[in-house]
């Protein structure tokens, strides 16, 4: 959370906080936004990192050939939607992509398969269709979410049982 502050810092603080933020690598600042409105939508924080780690490999300049873009590779429709003015500003990009992965949640009843499929290829498909309309590419993006998810969590687990360990000593 400090560095979630560092952040909101830079952003006030404009040029001037050039100083506070090369102490803290544009990776480091992605993921500490991410962090930070995964708890405010309520949305698993390894998810959107798993989304980041395969939309664009946490480069927020990236766009695809279909039009998204930033390090969420938000589409202009769900940015519009979403209240995403600039696609290629980390914060506002995550922002939107944690704000629509929370309306997915919310609309798919928690059920991270559909969810992702639903962030990869629209709600609407998936809406009407569930996974079965699902192509080997959606299955491929589920998929390879999924497992760098299952790692995110697993490493997660790992560090909480080490922080407990180190109380007891």
């Known amino acids: 959370m400090k560095r979630a502050r560092a952040c909101f810092l830079v952003l006030l603080m404009g040029t001037a906080g050039a100083h506070v933020a090369a102490a803290y690598p544009l990776r480091e600042i992605s993921a500490q936004w991410a962090e930070y409105y ?12 798993a989304i980041i780690d395969e ?8 766009v695809s050939n279909k039009g998204a873009a930033g390090i969420m590779q938000l589409m202009p429709a769900t940015a519009v939607r979403f ?9 506002e990009n995550i922002r939107g992509g944690v704000a629509y992965l929370a ?10 398969r559909l969810i992702t499929a639903a962030y990869y290829v629209g709600e609407y498909a998936i809406s009407s269709q569930g996974l079965e309309y699902s192509s080997p590419d959606v299955q491929g993006y589920v998929k390879r979410v999924a497992q760098r998810y ?20």
């Open 150 to 169: 299952r790692v995110r969590r697993a490493l997660k687990a790992q560090l909480e049982l080490a922080r407990e360990r180190k109380k007891l000593r």
């Open 38 to 49: 995964a708890s405010q939508y309520h949305v698993p924080v390894e998810l959107v990192a």
């Open 55 to 62: 939309e664009s490999g946490w480069n927020p300049y990236a």
């Open 83 to 91: 209240g995403v003015r600039n696609r290629f500003l980390v914060q």
């Open 103 to 112: 309306w997915l949640k919310q609309k798919f009843n928690g059920d991270l």
